[in-house]
């Protein structure tokens, strides 16, 4: 079965440019995730979505970043302008969000993009 | 205060022998799901084991294994019969019932298996 794909895998880019990072969820689950990874922070949930909505974005580091879910099987995170400062590792993560269930499904991650900015 | 605790940075144990890797946790939450995950030095995330408040059973998933002490608000990973490619970052997260699905993370524990 196919896990969770995240494209690009490296992103090396210049202060100021766009960057988009792109997931691709498993197929089936409705919930999608993006955190952020750096040494100084660890693990932060940026924002994420259940059944293509936004639900959370409190995590969001400001308005240069952006994250969309056009449909079930696809989602975005944009940076725009990028900073030195957005130098991390971002995950992509999917899991199947059931309602009244009490038991907790996993997040599955992607293998991440490591993302530079100079 | 810190949801999610992880006392050791660094653990270290010698190949084939069992390790454990605390893990404690703070909420006042009746429903909750305990999670691990391992990060090997390529960076992906590895679902490990999950634990639910409402577990009577400790989790077991061939060599790892929940020691579960509700009371005392921990979820300690065993790992039995360590191998070296168990050398990774591990890292323990709880989704609470009144936090959605958002997953808190603990800062991790670095564990080095020795041949």
């Known amino acids: 079965d196919a896990g969770v794909i995240q494209s690009p895998r490296h992103e090396v880019t210049e202060m100021g440019q766009e960057v988009t990072l792109r997931c691709k969820p498993i197929?089936?689950?409705?919930?999608l995730f993006w955190y952020r990874q750096t040494m100084m922070r660890g693990l932060e949930l940026l924002i994420y979505?259940?059944?293509?909505?936004?639900?959370?974005d409190s995590g969001m580091p400001e308005d240069r970043f952006s994250a969309k879910m056009p449909n079930a099987s696809f989602s975005t995170l944009k940076i725009q302008p990028s900073e030195p400062r957005d130098s991390a590792v971002y995950f992509c993560a999917s899991s199947l969000h059931l309602l009244g269930n009490r038991a907790y499904q996993p997040q599955h991650f992607g293998d991440g993009t490591r993302l530079s900015i100079l | 205060a810190q949801k999610i605790t992880q006392t050791q940075p660094g653990m270290f144990v010698q190949e084939k022998e069992a390790v454990t890797l605390d893990c404690t946790y703070d909420t006042s939450d009746q429903s909750y799901g305990l999670f691990w995950y391992k990060q090997p030095s390529s960076g992906e995330m590895i679902f490990l084991i999950y634990?639910?408040?409402?577990?009577?059973q400790n989790a077991t998933e061939g060599r790892y294994s929940l020691n579960f002490q509700k009371a005392r608000k921990s979820a300690n990973l065993v790992i039995s019969a360590s191998q070296l490619g168990d050398s990774a970052m591990y890292f323990c997260a709880m989704r609470e019932r009144t936090s959605g699905s958002r997953l808190t993370f603990g800062e991790g524990t670095q564990l080095t298996v020795n041949p």
């Open positions: 634990q639910g408040s409402y577990d009577e």
């Open positions: 979505f259940n059944n293509n909505v936004p639900i959370d």
């Open positions: 197929s089936g689950h409705n919930s």
